[in-house]
């Protein structure tokens, strides 16, 4: 029996107000995650990963909106809810690690407490059942000497041990759904194999689905079941795991695997990393056709009058928004 949807966003749009303009950081996005299931979102900084995930948690700050679209939660539109019902979601049925743990902790209040406080704010734990909870969560996340650690303050933590509280506090109440917004992009590669190994875990024991935002293609074929890679705000290919990354179709997802440092590779090889011209384009800026045709190698006059729509391609499930799609190996 197939893993039932978990999170399905359709068509989401989200703007912001600045006093250039209205800009839109996320421009017809739609995915789903099913249930113990990781997808990732990858791509450049300022491709809207970001603005999606807070999007779903409804985290977004007042000058964002939501413009158009739909975000459905265990088939229930969340975007149809009241605050005080979207705050029940939150670190309840989905939660969310940050990227750098060390603003994201209270750095006066004690690691034991800052945990006990998810708990306090739902009520799924009193306060006699609270230390014993969350002394049984440090050690589920693998934080050594659970007791010793519970009374000390972050900044007596390591950011390894640091974003391991974070992640204790955001499966604190068992959520189905997970979002890490490029939670080991601080971290060494030691710890950040730590992090994800723990993270695979933690989903095998609790069937969580997660959706993972990053930068980083190595983290991508060590956690994802599939990716979403974005640019521009929009997703320009997504699929399988294993079809994007060994058959990527789209110029872009090609681009980023291109500049992947290779196993070996050293200055006295002579070899220079490739890299992929150009900056993302501003929000700000009207582009008409693909938003990627100032930087693309295979750009063609229809690349700059009409945009390209997300198309299936020949492997179920993989699709690409490209003129010229094509599964090649990588």
Excluded: W
């Amino acid at each position: 029996m197939p893993a039932a949807r978990l999170l399905e966003i359709d068509g989401l749009v989200t703007s912001f107000r600045t006093p250039r303009g209205t800009l839109r950081a996320v421009d017809g996005v739609s995915l789903a995650v099913y249930r113990g299931e990781t997808v990732c979102i990858a791509g450049e900084s300022g491709c809207g990963k970001s603005v999606t995930a807070l999007s779903v948690m409804g985290l977004l700050p007042d000058a964002a909106r939501i413009e158009s679209g739909a975000i459905r939660f265990g088939g229930v539109d969340v975007l149809a809810l009241s605050p005080r019902e979207r705050r029940g979601l939150r670190g309840r049925a989905m939660s969310m690690i940050f990227q750098e743990p060390m603003t994201a902790l209270n750095p006066v209040q004690s690691i034991g407490r800052q945990v006990a406080e998810v708990f306090a704010i739902h009520g799924t734990a009193g306060r006699g059942q609270a230390r014993e909870k969350v002394l049984a969560l440090l050690r589920q996340v693998r934080i050594p000497d659970a007791e010793r650690r519970y009374d000390e303050y972050p900044l007596q933590l390591s950011g390894g041990m640091k974003q391991r509280v974070m992640i204790a506090m955001a499966l604190a109440n068992r959520p189905e759904l997970l979002i890490a917004d490029e939670p080991t992009t601080a971290l060494d590669v030691t710890i950040q194999a730590q992090v994800l190994h723990l993270l695979r875990e933690l989903q095998r024991e609790l069937g969580t689905g997660i959706v993972f935002v990053t930068h980083d293609l190595a983290v991508v074929a060590e956690i994802a079941d599939r990716v979403v890679v974005m640019y521009g705000g929009r997703v320009v290919e997504q699929g399988d795991v294993f079809d994007v990354l060994q058959r990527p179709a789209h110029p872009y997802t090609r681009g980023l695997l291109a500049a992947r440092p290779r196993a070996g590779q050293t200055r006295r090889d002579g070899v220079r990393l490739d890299a992929i011209p150009g900056s993302v384009p501003s929000p700000f800026e009207q582009i008409d056709g693909c938003r990627y045709q100032a930087r693309c190698p295979r750009a063609q006059a229809r690349c700059r009058e009409q945009a390209p729509a997300l198309a299936p391609l020949a492997r179920e499930g993989h699709a690409a928004a490209c003129h010229f799609a094509e599964e090649t190996p990588a």
